[in-house]
T-cell receptor, first 115, second 115 residues
Framework: DSGVTQTPKHLITATGQRVTLRCSPRSGDLSVYWYQQSLDQGLQFLIQYYNGEERAKGNILERFSAQQFPDLHSELNLSSLELGDSALYFC??????????????FGPGTRLTVL | AQTVTQSQPEMSVQEAETVTLSCTYDTSESDYYLFWYKQPPSRQMILVIRQEAYKQQNATENRFSVNFQKAAKSFSLKISDSQLGDAAMYFCAYKYNNAGNMLTFGGGTRLMVKP
């Protein structure tokens, strides 16, 4: 158990809908990362937050957004869902800061299926 | 752009034997980390081993070791005395010192272990 929690574990929805994925980082971790794992794109970085502020953006679609709340949990919002958005979405957390050796701890993922 | 390539989509090894998974990467950075992650059928991402680019000595964690060739930008994972529980997807990943310290992943290698 990494200490990172993600809810829900599974989500099935229809095209055009909107969903919210939730992540609680390990106690003491200030950074939250979101990654998407799909058959087409592999594992790719979406976005990172550090202590409530967006720090880095990767290949995140405009239909997707995220935020980190004062209690440091994070939510990833996916809207106007398409079949291709079906994927496993991981959240990872780290202590944060700029130290390169900060390890990222991964949550169990949320499996999103868009029908 | 930094890229990570795993040229072996699938590998197979006999139980108790040794197997080597390959990874190459492309970067112009001098300070970075390399990682191997294991993803078993549970889909959990588990850190296996990591290597800092400045360290010439190859990292070792029990039955897992790496062969880091910085000039060749090669980072292979050797698994000794393979066990049935080693069967999983293995991802090579890279991280360098930028604003986010996010991970860039290779496409993965599926390792099968034969009893």
């Amino acid at each position: 158990d990494s200490g990172v929690t993600q809810t829900p574990k599974h989500l099935i929805t229809a095209t055009g809908q909107r969903v919210t994925l939730r992540c609680s980082p390990r106690s003491g971790d200030l950074s939250v990362y979101w990654y998407q794992q799909s058959l087409d794109q592999g594992l790719q970085f979406l976005i990172q937050y550090y202590n409530g502020e967006e720090r880095a953006k990767g290949n995140i679609l405009e239909r997707f957004s995220a935020q980190q709340f004062p209690d440091l949990h994070s939510e990833l919002n996916l809207s106007s869902l398409e079949l291709g958005d079906s994927a496993l979405y991981f959240c990872a957390s780290s202590v944060g800061g700029t130290a390169l050796n900060n390890e990222q701890f991964f949550g169990p993922g949320t499996r999103l299926t868009v029908l | 752009a930094q890229t990570v390539t795993q040229s072996q989509p699938e590998m197979s090894v006999q139980e108790a034997e040794t197997v080597t998974l390959s990874c190459t990467y492309d970067t112009s950075e001098s300070d970075y980390y390399l990682f191997w992650y294991k993803q078993p059928p549970s889909r959990q991402m588990i850190l296996v081993i990591r290597q800092e680019a400045y360290k010439q000595q190859n990292a070792t964690e029990n039955r897992f070791s790496v062969n880091f060739q910085k000039a060749a930008k090669s980072f292979s994972l050797k698994i000794s005395d393979s066990q049935l529980g080693d069967a999983a997807m293995y991802f090579c990943a890279y991280k360098y010192n930028n604003a986010g310290n996010m991970l860039t992943f290779g496409g993965g290698t599926r390792l099968m272990v034969k009893p």
